[in-house]
Structure formats: structure tokens, C-alpha cells
């Protein structure tokens, strides 16, 4: 496989989805979280999904991501369709296409900060591409961590660790699961700076999920999802907007 | 508080099945233990009284004072003429008597060789004529009238798969003959006592041929209607006078258990020490899983903390949890000590040792012992994981972050562990160095076994970088596992505690042993200048005619039959080589530290450095020994250096007469050849004539080292026994580790998941940490092992002058014990691999 060239506007989307629905359950207590899906993620964009919980924001992005497998309807990455995967194509799928962000418990406790970046690589037994490492390593202020463990690490400084290990495989995109979500204030805006950096200067692709109207300020577009469907799409979105739109679908 | 601790069994199955499996293992051993001893005990005492038969007293020739003990071992029984029969038979107090004759007939197997070689006794005896007082049972056929014809006992012609009317291989007096099976029978429930072989003759037949000289070895009488035990001994008595032990059935059978009470002792006493090393074992276990376990319910104990427990109710609850589990393991452990006890009764007899003992017998002691050690040792295995884990703060059950319960003081442990390591050294140098004796070497030993497992934090992380090299070549999935193996050290050493005790026995007394036969092979060369040895395969000793013909064979010099006497100095027993004393420097090449061998032909005895010095002799001083005709004193001719020959002093055969010995029958027969015979040819030669006379081996120097060395090999099946007990508990311990290891790292293995690890790379990374444990244990006891058996050969009492490292079996042990880390990783492995991955991903 080719390392892919740096991203620019003309690519072809990064990931799309189509009628894509998941249910859970049967009968009376069935529940479809997804519900009839379509959408396109550009190449370079950082798209930010909000909603009540339960509205399927996060099923949504399992499934995009080839954590979870859908009940119908198709999901893109880079082209390639994710129903077609067995789960050992699935999986290099995710390690050499996907990057992740969690909320907490991102990184291997009994690997230091370096180690934990070039997990993906080194999992394809693959050397780290050594000029992109320095680049991000860089960007993101780790220089003097990274012969540090997880539990050396502060927070902001561990999910840190989580941007440059999902960015170390130039991945087709990259999912944040409230990747600010347990980090206090000033270490939540420096990791939406980075983010923000990493798709303006790297040309990454980034979708999140969120439940904060700051977060989601910072992305280019924002989806508004409700029992299963986008309700709602703000573009170029501000705080004050973000929140409008929240207080508009709670009512 | 108990609803909480029966909830708290009931919501996890896992953590309750995990712990009392751990208990199971170790309490079956216990159960096991008990269980088999007291079948032993019982079908023991059942055998004897069949033995009895229907007799009420029972009549032996006296024997002579400090002979042998009950049960057939002497050459030459006690005996008293058949006409004693018939005056017992007149007497009115006696409904019926009967002879019996006891001596040696070994039974030669279809492909040659005696059946009892070097092991179980190998009995003849006379047939009854009334068959009421036969303690033998017919099973089929019947019992044997004429010469030509015997009955033979069922556990023999099972093994050998003999019937009614085969022909069979005999050896009597003389050489081989091949009677036929006329009859087969049992010994009471059993086909065979311990694997001897017992073949019944016509009453002529045994008279004449089993060496008694036509006198019978026993009789049996049973007392007439109305006549009460008294009245019958005295009548008995009072007819033989003296030179007759006269007993009731009674009497004999409380004589054959007190003579057998050892053997079960002993038998017992190893199988507890199997047992105890199980339940050593089973504690660390029991110890890993509490706190594991523990370790996962933190957030719960914390919650409950903030709802209001307190401290010490948790605590009571968690122990009363560990008690419960304990107990309920320990009773299951009863029930699973009866697979153990059928197990080595069925191990036993297969390599021919069939014990008496059909139903086995559990004693209610067996079980309330399974359910008390089971309840203790997992609460103590309990103690200090429930003090760790109670003492978590309740605000841990509102933080967000994973919450660990705070770490025990590790400073104190690593300090003490030290100072028991450096005690360790100190008495293993204190023995090299000086003359510091085996208990000194046994406290090291123990000191330095309880130092690594104290020091196992600091220890199993070098080892474990040790063995990063091979298993980094597996790429991030050997890197992970290896640094699983580390993260938690304590918990890896404990895992790896079966296969650390299991190695460093097999190491310690591998050594022992091949140092042993090491020395064994050079003494023999060093101090035999026989170029053959002819020995007695069973206890009749070397034929006369088969002398004889040795004798003949061209190339022959000298030909040197050696008895085997004992002398009793004290509490101290000297075995000697019972030989003509003018042929003792042609055969054997002794390195005389004191005195000359010239004073043997004289009467004098030469005895081993060894008994020299227990007994404080030396040559021109005189001993006074209790000998088979009372007591008799004999002066010292000469101390030789006799480590490794399997004789501690060299008597003349006329001194032994003279004391009352009997010279009647060899075991050893020394020959060398002429100076001008080719070795080969006549060793050979002499083959070819012993052909006849399956009952002996001819060996040459090298054969007879390998002989002398089987003799060890017993201690080897013992530590092996061992070894694979402990790779069992090893693999059961890996695998309940390691099964709740990846319970509690779910998220982790999510995380690997998600980021690009296959499922293929999961299953090789637990199994490499599972192989990575197993490996650590064996290296630690490697370590433990080796120095303490190296320095325990140097111990000068037991006169080892080699040190042999027997890699071939260090290397099989630690390739067992790699194996059983591959099996162990299977089921945790594949769990792990099979997680799904969001699940795990969002798991608590």
C-alpha cells in the first residue's frame, strides 16, 4: 500500500455512507439508532456531530469508523466498501485508513508515550515514516514526553499522545469520541487548536463527536443528529449559532 | 453484611469458579492423600486377615534374634521338620493343622527374564491339604499334585497372559524349568500383593525344592469345637516346648500390620509432602485471584464506602466471601481427591505395584480436613489482598479515572527479601566453604526461595527483559506481552511459583542424582578390577551349578562369590561383602586410607571411610557388632575409601561363619579374566554359558555402574511425579491468571483492537505472556535449583567427588515447562481475541 500523497480539496471523499441504518434489538425493543443515513465526508474537512444522547451520534460513528457493523445501507472509507471486509481486513482497515480519539482510556498503560504513537506501524510491522513522526511530534508539543508512560502524562498531555498516534498513519480520517471530554478548560481549547491545526496545516480529515458547543465552533460543519437521523447542518458554525441550533431541536 | 458477601458470590460466577478451582487443586491433593493412604491402611489389613485364613494360631520355627522381620525375606527361613504337623494333629484342642513351606521360586517371563527382577518378592509355596486353611483362593483350575505341575497367582498371569495349561518358565534350585499352570488363585480381594509373584508347588515338590531341606516354614491349625484361644495356645505350647513362636491369628495379623505400618507411613508422608507443595502452590493461586478480583470491584467496595460501610464490615464481608469459597473449594477438593487417589493407584499399577484396596476409603476426616485446609489457607491467601482492598477511599467510586487500590509497602518486603537472599548465600558459602552440614544447606535453601518470592518485583523484570529478545522478534505483539509480564511483577512470580518450586526440585535433585551416578561410574572404575559381575536378579542369589559353569569358561582367572551380610554397630548398619579374603585384592583395586588389607584372611574387617568415621575406628582397634549367631567382636584391618561401591565393609567367609552367618547364597559374583584373555571374547563366553540361568545378569565394569545407577532412577520417577504435578498446577494457575488478566484489561485490548491489532496478533500476545510466565518460573527455579543442588553434592558426608550437571533433563524440564505456558495461553488467548470490540472498548 502507498503512503497517500498530503490531501488537497480535489480528492475524492474521505469516507461516505449510504441508507446507512443499525438496529438494535427485536420486535418491541427494537431501536434503530442509525436510521437511513446518507452523507459524504470531504477530503481535509473536520466535521463535528452533535446530538441528545441516545440520538445514534455515536452509533453513527462506529460504524464509520469499522467498530460496528451496520444493519443495512453501505459505508465508504477511501472507497472501499467496509461490508465487503472480513474482519482481519477490517482491522488493517482501521490500523493503515483510521485514526481514533477517545474520550478516556486511549492509550496502552504499559507503553511509553513513543511507543503508544507508533502502535498503528508497528502493529502493520511498518516503520514509522520518520520526517512525518518529527512533523507531528512537533505540531503537537511532545518532544520531551515521549519516553514518558500514560501514567506519567497529564491529561491534555495524554490525549496529546491519542491526536499523534490517529495521525501517525496519514489515516483517511480521523474520529474523535469527546476527545475533550475529560480534560479541564485550557487543555480542551489546545487540543481543538491542534485539531483545527492538523486539518488546516496537515490536511487531515477529522470527524467528532460532542457534546460542547465550543468543540463543535471549531469544525467547519456541524451535523445535528435525532433518533437516528441528521436533522440539522450548520455550517461555518459559531458557539452562539451551535447553541441556537441546540435550543431550537429541544424545542 | 452476609447479604452483601452471598450477592457478592452469586454476581460473579467467574471470580467464584476462578478461586475455587485454585482451591480444588490444592485441597485434592490433601483428600487425595489421605484418602489413598487409608485405602492402603484398610486393604492392608484385610489382606493380612485373609492371609490368616481361617487359622486361629499359627506356627514358626524361632528365629534367631535381630533376623529378618516378618515376611519372607531371608534365604534361609526358619524351618522345623513335617513330623511337628502330626503331633500338633493329635493333640484334641486342634480340629484340623496344616504345613505350609515358604522359600524362592522366580518366575521367568515368556521373553526370558525373571518377572520380579531386582524388585517384588518372588515367592514359592508348599500347597495345602486342607484347603480350608489355605489363605489363597482358587480362582480357576485347581491346586498342584505332582512335580510338573503349579498354580500361580492372578496378577502374574495377567501380566504375563497366562491360563490353565501353558507351560511356563521356573527357576527352583536349579535352571529353567516349565511346568505347567494347573491352577490360578487370588490373595484374598487381591490378584497380587505389591507386584511379587507366587507360585504354589506340590506339597513334595516344595519340600524337596524350596530350599528348606523337606521341613516345612509354618503350620496352621484351627481349634477344635468348643475350645477356646487360650486352651489352644497353651495345648500348642505346651506340646512344642521351646524354639517355636506360637500366635494367634491375631497376634499375626497386628505383627504383619506393625511390620507394614511404615511402609504405609512412609507412603502416606510422601504423598502429604506432594500435597503440602500442591497447596503452597494452591495458596499463591488463591492469592493471585483475590486480589485480581479485588482488584476489579474496587469502584463497588468504594461505592459501598460512600454509601456508608465501614472498613471493617467490608473486610468481614470480603473474608467471609473468601471463607465461604474456601470451604465450599475444599469440599469439591474431597471429591476431586478420589480421581487423585484412583489416579495413582491406577499410575502404581501400571508400573506393576498393585496395592490392596478395591473401594476406595473417604473417612469423614478426609472431607472435614479437605473443608477446614480449604476454608483456612484461602482465607489467609485472602488476608492481605481484603486489607488492601478496604482500605480504598470512597471518593474513588466518583472519580472518573481507573481507580487502583494503594500498593502494599514494598520497601519492607524488598528489605527483608534481601537480607533472606544474603542469609541464603551465606549458608550455601558457609557449606561449600567449611564443613556446615545438610541443615544448615536446608535453611539457605529455604531462605533463598523465600527471598526471591519476597524480591519477585524487582526480579522478574530483568528475567523478563531476559526473555524480551526472542519474543520482541514477534513484533508489538511479543513487545506487549512482555511488558504485561512486567506490569504487574508480583503477580507474575506468584503465577510462576508452580513451575519455580517444580524446576528447582527437578534441578536440585537431578543434579543430586547424576553427581551420584557420576560418582558411582568412576568409583567402579577406579576400585574393581573384576572384568564381570555376575548378580543375582532376584533374592535366591547365583545358582552353585551356575558357579560351576562360570568357572569353566576359558579365560577365566578368578572367580570370587561374595555374600551379603550385615553387621549392627549400634544404630549403625554395615553392609558387607561376605568373600574370600585372598581373593578380595584380585577384584578389587581399594584405596586403602589406613591398615592393609593382609588382616582379612585372619578374621579382621575392612570397613568404608564412611563407617569409619560415623563409628570413630580405626585399623589395629576392635568393634563389637551384633551378628546373625548374638554378638561377636572383630578387629579392624583396614579403612578403605569407599564412596560409590555399594558395600561398606569386606568380611572373610569364615569369620562370617564363624559369627553365625550364612554364606549359602551369592549375589555378586566377581570374575576377572586372565592377563593373556581377550576381554570381549570371553565376556561373551561367559554370556552364552549364563544363558541358561535367566535369574542372573552378566555385566561388565560399565554394565554395573548402569545397575548400580538404575537403582536412582526411582528418585528420579519421584521428582518427575513432581514435576509434572507442579507443570499441572502451573497450567491451571497460568491459565486462571491470565483468563482474569484479560477480564481486567478488556478496554485495553478494545483500544489495541480498534487502533489496527488482529485478532491473530491478541491471541499471540497472551500466549506469549503466558509462555513469557511459564518461562520466568522455570528460570527462577532454575536459579533457586542448580546452586543449592551443586553445593549439596560437595557436602562431604555424602561422598560425591563429581559434580554432573544433567543438562539433558534441566533442558526437558524448562521445554515441559514452556509447553505448559503454550497450553495455558489456548483459552485465555482465544477469549481475548474474541472480545468484541466495542464492547470491550466501552466496558467498565
Known amino acids: 500500500m502507498s503512503v497517500p500523497e498530503p490531501a488537497t480539496r480535489a480528492r475524492p471523499p474521505a469516507a461516505e455512507t449510504v441508507e446507512l441504518t443499525k438496529v438494535y434489538g427485536e420486535g418491541q425493543a427494537e431501536v434503530r439508532a442509525v436510521d437511513g443515513i446518507s452523507l459524504t465526508i470531504p477530503s481535509g474537512s473536520y466535521t463535528a456531530v452533535m446530538g441528545p444522547s441516545g440520538s445514534g451520534k455515536s452509533t453513527l460513528l462506529h460504524c464509520l469508523a469499522g467498530l460496528d457493523r451496520p444493519t443495512s445501507g453501505t459505508v465508504r472509507i477511501g472507497g472501499t466498501d467496509l461490508s465487503t471486509l472480513k474482519d482481519k481486513a477490517l482491522t488493517e482497515l482501521r490500523r493503515e485508513q483510521v485514526g481514533f480519539v477517545f474520550?478516556?482510556?486511549?492509550?496502552?498503560?504499559?507503553?511509553?508515550?513513543?511507543?503508544?504513537?507508533?502502535?498503528?506501524?508497528?502493529?502493520?510491522?511498518?516503520?514509522?515514516?520518520?520526517?512525518?513522526?518529527?512533523?507531528?511530534?512537533?505540531?503537537?508539543?511532545?518532544?520531551?514526553?515521549?519516553?514518558?508512560?500514560?501514567a506519567e502524562l497529564s491529561g491534555g498531555q495524554q490525549q496529546r499522545v491519542a491526536v499523534a498516534r490517529a495521525l501517525v498513519t496519514q489515516p483517511q480520517l480521523v474520529f474523535g469520541d469527546e476527545p475533550t471530554g475529560n480534560l479541564d478548560r485550557t487543555s480542551g481549547q489546545e487540543l481543538l487548536a491542534l485539531l483545527r491545526t492538523s486539518v488546516d496545516e496537515l490536511s487531515q480529515t477529522i470527524v467528532t463527536v460532542t457534546h460542547d458547543p465550543v468543540a463543535a465552533a471549531t469544525a467547519d460543519r456541524v451535523w445535528f443528529l435525532a433518533d437516528g437521523r441528521v436533522v440539522d447542518e450548520l455550517t461555518a458554525p459559531t458557539v452562539d449559532g451551535v447553541l441556537d441550533r441546540i435550543r431550537a431541536l429541544e424545542h | 453484611m452476609w447479604t452483601l458477601t452471598w450477592k457478592g458470590l452469586l454476581a460473579a460466577k467467574a471470580r467464584f469458579v476462578m478461586t475455587a478451582l485454585a482451591v480444588i487443586i490444592?485441597?485434592?491433593?490433601?483428600?487425595?492423600?489421605?484418602?489413598?493412604g487409608d485405602t492402603l491402611q484398610q486393604g492392608f489389613d484385610r489382606l493380612f486377615t485373609s492371609i490368616v485364613g481361617s487359622a486361629d494360631v499359627v506356627i514358626r520355627a524361632e528365629e534367631p534374634e535381630d533376623g529378618p522381620g516378618p515376611g519372607p525375606t531371608?534365604?534361609?527361613?526358619?524351618?522345623?521338620?513335617?513330623?511337628?504337623?502330626?503331633?500338633?494333629?493329635?493333640?484334641?484342642?486342634?480340629?484340623?493343622?496344616?504345613?505350609?513351606?515358604?522359600?524362592?521360586?522366580?518366575?521367568?517371563?515368556?521373553?526370558?527374564?525373571?518377572?520380579?527382577?531386582?524388585?517384588?518378592p518372588t515367592l514359592?509355596?508348599?500347597?495345602?491339604?486342607?484347603?480350608?486353611?489355605?489363605?489363597?483362593?482358587?480362582r480357576t483350575g485347581r491346586w498342584p499334585d505332582t512335580a510338573g505341575e503349579i498354580a500361580i497367582d492372578a496378577g502374574t498371569a495377567r501380566a504375563q497372559g497366562w491360563d490353565i495349561g501353558d507351560d511356563v518358565g521356573l527357576v527352583l534350585d536349579g535352571p529353567v524349568e516349565r511346568p505347567e499352570v494347573v491352577g490360578i488363585f487370588g490373595l484374598g480381594e487381591l490378584d497380587n500383593l505389591a507386584g511379587a509373584s507366587v507360585v504354589v508347588l506340590d506339597r513334595e515338590t516344595a519340600l524337596a525344592r524350596l530350599g528348606t531341606d523337606g521341613e516345612l516354614t509354618a503350620a496352621y491349625a484351627m481349634a477344635a469345637p468348643g475350645v477356646g484361644e487360650a486352651?489352644?495356645?497353651?495345648?500348642?505350647?505346651?506340646?512344642?516346648?521351646?524354639?517355636?513362636?506360637?500366635?494367634?491369628?491375631a497376634e499375626v495379623v497386628a505383627e504383619q500390620q506393625e511390620a507394614f505400618g511404615p511402609f504405609v507411613e512412609v507412603f502416606s508422608i510422601a504423598l502429604l509432602v506432594f500435597a503440602a507443595v500442591a497447596l503452597l502452590v494452591g495458596s499463591f493461586l488463591i492469592f493471585n485471584t483475590f486480589t485480581i478480583v479485588l482488584a476489579g470491584r474496587l469502584r463497588e467496595l468504594a461505592l459501598l464506602r460512600a454509601v456508608g460501610a465501614s472498613r471493617g464490615q467490608l473486610f468481614g464481608s470480603v473474608l467471609g466471601e473468601a471463607a465461604l469459597v474456601g470451604a465450599v473449594g475444599g469440599a469439591l477438593g474431597a471429591g476431586f481427591g478420589l480421581l487423585v487417589a484412583r489416579g495413582l493407584q491406577a499410575v502404581l499399577g501400571t508400573i506393576g505395584i498393585e496395592l490392596p484396596g478395591d473401594q476406595l476409603v473417604v473417612l469423614p476426616r478426609t472431607v472435614g480436613v479437605a473443608i477446614a485446609v480449604g476454608a483456612v489457607i484461602t482465607l489467609l491467601a485472602a488476608l492481605v489482598p481484603a486489607r488492601r482492598a478496604v482500605s480504598i477511599p470512597p471518593v474513588a467510586a466518583l472519580s472518573e479515572v481507573a481507580v487502583a487500590a494503594p500498593s502494599g509497602r514494598g520497601w519492607i518486603r524488598n528489605v527483608l527479601g534481601a537480607l533472606l537472599l544474603v542469609a541464603g548465600v551465606v549458608a550455601l558459602t558457609a557449606t561449600l566453604l567449611g564443613d556446615a552440614g545438610p541443615t544448615i544447606l536446608g535453611v539457605g535453601a529455604v531462605a533463598l526461595f523465600l527471598g526471591v518470592a519476597a524480591m519477585s518485583a524487582l526480579i522478574v523484570r530483568p528475567l523478563a527483559r531476559l526473555l524480551g529478545?526472542?519474543?520482541?522478534?514477534?513484533?508489538?505483539?511479543?513487545?506487549?506481552a512482555r511488558a504485561n509480564a512486567t506490569r504487574n511483577p508480583r503477580r507474575t512470580a506468584a503465577t510462576a511459583s508452580a513451575l519455580m518450586i517444580g524446576l528447582a526440585l527437578v534441578s536440585f535433585v537431578s543434579i543430586f542424582a547424576a553427581s551420584l551416578q557420576g560418582t558411582v561410574s568412576e568409583t567402579i572404575e577406579r576400585s574393581f578390577r573384576a572384568d564381570a559381575i555376575v548378580q543375582a536378579g532376584t533374592l535366591a542369589g547365583v545358582p552353585p551349578t551356575a558357579l560351576d559353569a562360570v568357572a569353566e569358561v576359558d579365560g577365566v582367572e578368578v572367580v570370587a562369590p561374595a555374600a551379603v551380610g550385615q553387621l549392627e554397630v549400634g544404630e549403625r548398619t554395615i553392609t558387607l561383602a561376605v568373600m574370600d579374603a585372598a581373593a578380595v585384592p584380585a577384584v578389587f583395586d581399594l584405596d586403602v586410607a589406613d591398615g592393609d588389607l593382609e588382616g582379612l584372611t585372619a578374621g579382621g574387617l575392612a570397613v568404608s571411610e564412611s563407617v569409619a568415621s560415623d563409628l570413630d575406628l580405626v585399623a589395629g582397634a576392635e568393634v563389637a557388632a551384633t551378628v546373625p549367631g548374638g554378638e561377636a567382636t572383630f578387629p579392624i584391618t583396614a579403612v578403605f575409601d569407599g564412596g560409590g561401591i555399594d558395600v561398606s565393609g569386606f568380611l572373610d567367609t569364615a569369620a562370617w561363619e564363624d559369627a553365625g552367618g550364612s554364606v549359602s547364597s551369592a549375589f555378586n559374583v566377581y570374575v576377572r579374566f586372565g592377563a593373556d584373555a581377550d576381554a570381549a571374547t570371553t565376556f561373551d563366553a561367559l554370556g552364552s554359558v549364563l544363558v541358561a540361568y535367566p535369574q542372573v545378569l552378566v555385566l561388565d565394569q560399565a554394565g554395573f555402574a548402569e545397575g548400580l545407577a538404575a537403582q536412582l532412577d526411582q528418585l528420579v520417577g519421584v521428582v518427575l511425579a513432581l514435576l509434572a504435578l507442579s507443570v499441572l498446577v502451573a497450567l491451571l494457575g497460568i491459565v486462571n491468571t491470565l483468563a482474569l488478566s484479560v477480564v481486567e484489561r478488556t478496554r485495553e485490548i478494545g483500544l489495541l483492537r480498534a487502533v489496527g491489532m488482529t485478532r491473530g496478533q491478541v491471541r499471540r500476545m497472551v500466549r506469549t505472556e503466558a509462555i513469557s510466565v511459564a518461562l520466568i518460573g522455570a528460570g527462577l527455579g532454575l536459579a533457586l535449583g542448580m546452586p543449592v543442588g551443586a553445593v549439596f553434592v560437595r557436602i562431604e558426608q555424602l561422598n560425591i567427588t563429581s559434580l554432573v550437571i544433567p543438562w539433558t533433563q534441566i533442558v526437558v524440564g524448562v521445554a515441559l515447562a514452556a509447553l505448559a505456558g503454550l497450553v495455558a495461553g489456548v483459552l485465555p488467548a482465544r477469549r481475548a481475541a474474541n472480545l468484541d470490540v466495542l464492547e470491550a472498548l466501552y466496558s467498565e
Open chain 2, 231 to 249: 486352651a489352644l495356645l497353651d495345648a500348642v505350647r505346651a506340646e512344642l516346648g521351646e524354639g517355636f513362636r506360637v500366635q494367634t491369628a
Open chain 2, 469 to 480: 529478545g526472542p519474543s520482541a522478534a514477534l513484533g508489538v505483539s511479543g513487545e506487549l
Open chain 1, 103 to 150: 474520550q478516556a482510556f486511549n492509550l496502552v498503560p504499559t507503553l511509553t508515550a513513543r511507543e503508544n504513537i507508533v502502535l498503528p506501524r508497528k502493529l502493520g510491522r511498518r516503520d514509522p515514516d520518520a520526517a512525518w513522526f518529527d512533523a507531528i511530534v512537533g505540531a503537537l508539543g511532545l518532544g520531551d514526553r515521549l519516553g514518558h508512560r500514560p
Open chain 2, 74 to 120: 531371608a534365604a534361609e527361613p526358619a524351618s522345623f521338620p513335617p513330623e511337628v504337623v502330626d503331633r500338633l494333629d493329635a493333640l484334641e484342642e486342634i480340629a484340623l493343622v496344616d504345613g505350609e513351606v515358604e522359600g524362592v521360586a522366580i518366575v521367568i517371563g515368556d521373553d526370558g527374564e525373571p518377572t520380579g527382577q531386582f524388585g517384588p
Open chain 2, 124 to 138: 514359592g509355596y508348599s500347597a495345602f491339604v486342607h484347603e480350608e486353611l489355605d489363605p489363597a483362593e482358587l
Open chain 2, 26 to 36: 490444592g485441597t485434592g491433593f490433601v483428600a487425595g492423600a489421605l484418602t489413598f
